[in-house]
């Protein structure tokens, strides 16, 4: 997937041919709307910065593996989001989950196990 704003570069056909006879999907921000990009902008920024910079890859599987790697062992288990309290997404997903069990009854449910609420909290 390429996602730009829609200059264009990147609106030309050629362009979107080149990118669709590689396999990729292009992907635009709506008209007038330059806040499409704003996450996505700050991801691969942060990306680059901390894990890629002037890093080389042999094979496209290896950069992927490598993506993939940064993904679930760095991104969403390490690095603290501000949109999520300073938690990182492994544990903003785990408060979810555990928040969700935490009934306003004063019991958790979870499989054939209840539980006083008091016990679930900040677990």
């Known amino acids: 997937m390429h996602h730009s704003d829609r200059g264009v570069q990147y609106a030309c056909g050629n362009y979107v041919q080149m990118v669709e006879g590689a396999g990729g999907q292009v992907s635009m921000s709506r008209p007038g709307n ?13 990306l680059k910065q901390e894990q890629w910079d002037g890093r080389r890859y042999a094979t496209v599987a290896e950069a992927r593996t490598d993506l993939r790697r940064i993904l679930e062992e760095v991104y969403n288990a390490e690095r603290i989001h501000s949109a999520l309290g300073y938690l990182t997404p492994a544990e903003f997903e785990q408060q979810v989950v555990t928040d969700f069990f935490c009934l ?3 019991v958790r449910v979870t499989g054939c196990h209840r539980m006083p609420v008091t016990e679930c909290q900040g677990a």
């Open 34 to 46: 330059p806040y499409d990009n704003a996450f996505c902008e700050s991801f691969i920024g942060k």
């Open 104 to 106: 306003t009854d004063g």
